[in-house]
């Protein structure tokens, strides 16, 4: 409703244009009412502390107590350091092999397109507690799967019991992420190749443009604004993670919390485990700053990246 | 149009709710339960049981999975949509819902008087005064073992640390059998199979367990360090791999025969009666030397109490009244070998594993795990540390004493005893 | 059409890295469903060999279909799904149409706006959301569920969709309105047929999240009637944690219908793609 009021404003020699409103009031109606209202009810909450039963207002003293009391501030901390790497891992190999596999499957007249294409996705479709339950016993020592695999290709010595290192857990939990979700910039990347005209390639071949040079100078920066949206995807994708990380290794993110994210932490402060009481105030100061970072790199997507991605319009 | 849809939608559906109350006649009462392995039971035994008696009262038993039962009951308790009937964690947990008026008080419940104080003081305010939870169950913390294997190496139950270790050797030198089932990638194995199991030993049970709470003791104190001592030394005799082994892992490595020994809880007797193929037996944690006393952890485990909010709030004590019966604890005591009934008229109970593990009771001394009642009220949470530090001290990333100095640590930062 | 001569080793290359992948990707899930068909002592001795008749064992399934009515669960996931899906694109695709199409003041901040939701786990509104669904009595009914994943899946939605529909000529929408047409006809018949691709690419992305979603189920609709199928198979893992024949069964069977669901999609889905680019 308010957008056409607004828009009579701007233009104000203009009818107003009630259709905007009518394309945008359901989803906003939906949203609003259903998602936004109830998650400000909850953000709210990190202003205020529970004493006695009551809820006292408290200003930022959460933040404070999250940044400067050592018993959540290092938790935090191991958090976010373990969320940005687990970041890295995605962008620097769930995206390249998801434009590579689509670059692959978008050549013409590519035979077996159509099952590789399924067969690839079908990852991204499965639950996470098929996805974690699957992976522990592949990686799991006593099931012997990774072990004999790994055997038969001489490298049993490198095996070891991966999810039940400190080292090694986090790693191999973002790879098997990696895994899962390789479909998603696959798919988006390869409709972003097959949307570029046929002309556009035609009149590249024409100028002796082929193969690999084709890829990186017509295909490559034609597709840029896809490559940002995945970018961007991943980015908020990783820092709401959860289920992944809880399924496989539960709500305390061991061994000695070095699979812990922003998600799981945020879980366990929100909800408590086990004895720990949840304590929802300092699960929502750690929401807000996780919706503060998300923010922060959704902003810089929108208004530095998003306007300057050169768009074409076929 | 959308507005329109959903209040029509909403409207319809909320007409439907309403009619199917008032067309009811029969009272339904929900339970609200984690133990979803308990299903059956309760749906072929226990409430028949209760129906036949109570004409008029339906029962559901509606569990949720272990891992999501107190977030997902916190929250429905907090709209309101819980059901009548909670399932309680012991101690704090279930404090907590008490004192935010989530359970009712059932001090003056009849039955409650079937039960000692003992028994009642899980689900209890610190002063003793009110009571909102019925005890259903305590289970106790030994050693299966795996007997064929035993008899086949001529091995002797051990009794105390030195046999347990020559036991130990013992199988691991034969080779056929992974010398001890347990794994640190679920955490809570090492903390609770490990640390509380053989810990009671050490710290004395009940002394050293009130002593901590008064501050008299520390974590740091030898008789604490002590058995985090003892699991750094189990490492060589748990599987390939241990740091991935999961819970589930360890319960098919011991049931399929591949490991002699199972550091256990009581609560496994049932599952393994049914899925091992071979003779099982049990032994309590060995004691330091001969002729000490032993002590076992014999945990209130599992209570049941009353939503404050129960629109059927008379039927539902009459149900919890049922529960605080002797009826309700042999049925419940012999379909679930291993949870024992804590009703203070004896249960007979036909398990023999059972029995061997409830007889330690006469030769013990019974505790409960030192880190349920006040010590994990606060962050960070010493039940929660005492897993992560149990499992690094066993996977060998902490020694025995920077675990106790952490746990210390973290205690000391937001607990002070009553002096 | 394209001429392009592609040489064979680049051909062979090509199958190569995408076959390895295939096999990357099915091998997990070949490996459950391999393994729910063997019995217990099959599984733990040998879980890379096929079933054999000595460890061929259908006692899994038998314990699955002995407890909870999976078909009666499937449905109601159907329903949800269905529901969800069809309001996520068409309210999606009118709010994308508008942020993408208009120029209105407060146009970047709407979009920002509708962006929100992305960046909270919306976990985190349980219980004022269940607190809605108890007032307004919709708690344990599908709808309750329809609702909030609709909600949920809106900001993706947009996000996606807007970006697609501002590659749409706007010479086609100009001349459409030349010849005097309604801006809804420009949009149901002109740009939504152009976009096809990226909504059935959201209608995907959709899809899985809501189909494999635990929380919701469990906390607004966990009765008998309403239990989804994700519930019940995760209700089912709780109550047979040790017993891997059910477990490996009951997660074939979870499998199963996202696999044909998605196989039939796929068609669509790709079909949508390929007609976009050529037209």
């Known amino acids: 409703m308010d957008t056409e009021t607004m828009a009579e404003e701007t233009r104000p020699k203009r009818p107003i244009r009630w259709h905007v409103g009518v394309f945008l009031a359901p989803a906003v109606l939906v949203y609003t009412a259903i998602m936004i209202l109830p998650l400000f009810g909850t953000l709210q909450l990190s202003l205020f502390r529970n004493i006695e039963q009551h809820q006292v207002f408290v200003g930022l003293g959460n ?36 434009i590579l596999l689509a670059a692959l499957l978008s050549s013409p007249r590519l035979r077996f397109a159509a099952f590789y294409r399924t067969a690839i ?6 639950s996470f507690v098929i996805v974690g339950f699957a992976w522990k016993l592949i990686l799991s020592p006593i099931w012997g799967v990774a072990p004999h695999l790994m055997d038969f290709v001489g490298l049993k010595s490198f095996f070891t019991a991966w999810l039940g ?54 295909k490559l920066p034609l597709i840029l604004p896809s490559i940002g949206i995945i970018s961007i995807l991943t980015f908020v994708g990783n820092f709401n993670a959860f ?4 399924t496989a290794q539960g709500a305390l993110a061991g061994p000695n919390y070095s699979t812990d994210i922003l998600g799981t932490f945020l879980y366990r402060a929100f909800f408590g485990f086990q004895l720990q009481v949840g304590d929802p105030n300092m699960g929502a100061a750690i929401a807000t700053i996780m919706f503060l970072i998300i923010l922060g790199g959704v902003c810089v997507y929108l208004f530095l990246v998003q306007t300057r991605l050169r768009r074409y319009q076929f | 149009m959308k507005t329109k849809l959903l209040t029509a939608l909403l409207l319809g559906t909320s007409i439907i709710g309403t009619t199917g109350i008032a067309l009811a006649e029969d009272v339904t009462l929900n339970i609200e339960s984690w133990r979803g392995d308990d299903l059956t039971i309760w749906k072929d035994k226990l409430i028949p049981a209760f129906e036949a008696k109570n004409p008029g009262i339906k029962v559901v038993f509606a569990p949720s999975a272990p891992t999501e039962y107190d977030a997902a009951l916190g929250a429905k308790l907090a709209a309101g949509s819980a059901g009548d009937l909670i399932t309680c964690r012991p101690f704090d947990k279930s404090l907590e819902l008490f004192k935010k008026g989530n359970l009712a008080d059932i001090s003056s419940l009849p039955g409650m008087d079937n039960f000692s104080p003992v028994a009642k003081a899980a689900w209890q305010t610190d002063d003793g005064k009110s009571s909102f939870c019925v005890p259903m169950a305590s289970v106790i913390h030994g050693f299966i073992y795996n007997k064929d294997a035993f008899d086949k190496l001529g091995l002797k139950v051990p009794t105390t640390n030195e046999e347990f270790y020559a036991v130990l050797d013992k199988i691991k030198a034969d080779g056929t059998y992974i010398p001890m089932a347990m794994g640190t990638k679920d955490l809570w194995e090492a903390a609770t199979m490990g640390y509380q199991n053989i810990g009671p030993n050490y710290w004395k049970g009940e002394e050293g367990r009130q002593a901590l709470i008064k501050g008299e003791q520390k974590l740091t104190d030898p008789q604490w360090v002590a058995p985090f001592k003892e699991l750094a030394k189990w490492k060589p005799y748990l599987g390939d791999g241990f740091e991935a082994q999961t819970y589930p892992d360890s319960q098919n490595l011991f049931t399929l025969g591949r490991a002699a020994i199972y550091p256990a ?5 049932g599952l393994f009666n049914t899925q091992a193929q071979f003779k099982m037996g049990a032994f309590p944690p060995p004691v330091q030397k001969a002729g000490d006393t032993c002590y076992i952890s014999d945990h209130t485990d599992i209570g049941m109490g009353l939503n404050a909010a129960s629109k059927h709030p008379e039927e539902a004590k009459k149900f919890l009244s049922w529960v605080a019966s002797p009826d309700f604890a042999t049925i419940y005591a012999n379909a679930l070998p ?3 009934s804590l009703n203070s008229t004896p249960v007979k109970m036909a398990d023999p594993l059972a029995q061997e593990f409830v007889s330690w009771r006469g030769k013990c001394k019974s505790t409960i795990r030192s880190t349920y009642q006040i010590l994990s009220r606060g962050t960070p949470n010493l039940e929660n540390e005492t897993w992560v530090e149990s499992a690094n001290v066993i996977n060998g990333t902490d020694t025995p004493e920077a675990a106790a100095k952490k746990l210390q640590t973290g205690l000391d930062s937001w ?3 009553a002096k | 059409m394209s001429t392009a001569t592609r040489s064979l080793p680049r051909t062979i290359g090509a199958h190569a890295i995408l076959l390895t992948y295939t096999v990357i990707a099915l091998f997990p899930v070949i490996l459950v469903i391999v393994n729910s068909f063997k019995s217990r002592a099959g599984i733990f001795g040998a879980p890379l060999t096929p079933p054999t008749p000595k460890t061929f064992d259908l006692i899994g399934y038998t314990t699955v279909f002995g407890q909870g009515d999976f078909f009666h669960y499937f449905q109601n996931s159907l329903v949800v799904t269905v529901a969800s899906l069809f309001f996520v694109l068409l309210f999606g695709a009118m709010a994308a149409f508008a942020l993408s199409e208009y120029r209105f003041r407060g ?10 939701g992305i960046m909270i786990p919306i976990r985190l509104g349980t219980v004022a959301i269940l607190q809605l669904m108890v007032a307004t009595g919709l708690v344990n009914t599908l709808t309750a569920l329809i609702l909030v994943y609709t909600a949920q899946g809106l900001p993706l939605a947009i996000f996606i969709l807007s970006e697609f529909m501002k590659q749409v000529s706007d010479d086609l929408k100009n001349a459409g309105r030349i010849d005097g047409l309604s801006e809804y006809t420009i949009f149901f018949r002109l740009v939504l047929p152009l976009v096809r691709p990226a909504m059935a690419t959201v209608a995907v992305f959709t899809m899985i999240p809501i189909w494999n979603d635990l929380w919701f189920p469990l906390i607004l609709a966990p009765s008998e009637e309403t239990k989804t199928v994700t519930l019940g198979a995760q209700l089912f893992l709780g109550q047979f944690v040790t017993n891997w024949n059910a477990i490996l069964a009951a997660l074939s069977l979870a499998i199963l219908p996202v696999l044909i669901l998605y196989v039939i999609f796929s068609r669509q889905l790709i079909r949508g793609i390929t007609s976009g680019a050529v037209k």
């Open chain 1, 63 to 98: 933040f404070g107590t999250l940044f400067g009391d050592p018993n959540w501030s290092v938790n935090f901390w191991n958090a976010l350091r373990n969320n940005v790497w687990f970041f890295i891992i995605h962008m620097l190999v769930q995206n390249p092999i998801g």
């Open chain 1, 165 to 218: 290192k400190e080292q090694y857990a986090l790693t191999a939990l973002s790879l098997v992420s990696v895994w899962q979700f390789v479909g998603i910039p696959m798919m988006l990347i390869y409709a972003a190749l097959l949307s570029i005209p046929d002309e556009v390639i035609e009149a590249a071949e024409c100028d002796g443009v082929t193969g690999m040079a084709q890829f990186w100078k017509i």
């Open chain 3, 107 to 116: 146009n970047t901040l709407m979009g920002l706006y509708l962006a929100l």
């Open chain 2, 338 to 340: 291993g949870f024992f």
């Open chain 2, 415 to 417: 607990y002070k005893p």
């Open chain 2, 265 to 269: 809880g009581s609560w496994e007797i």
């Open chain 1, 121 to 126: 996705f079908v990852p991204t479709i499965l």
């Open chain 1, 243 to 246: 289920d992944l990380i809880y």
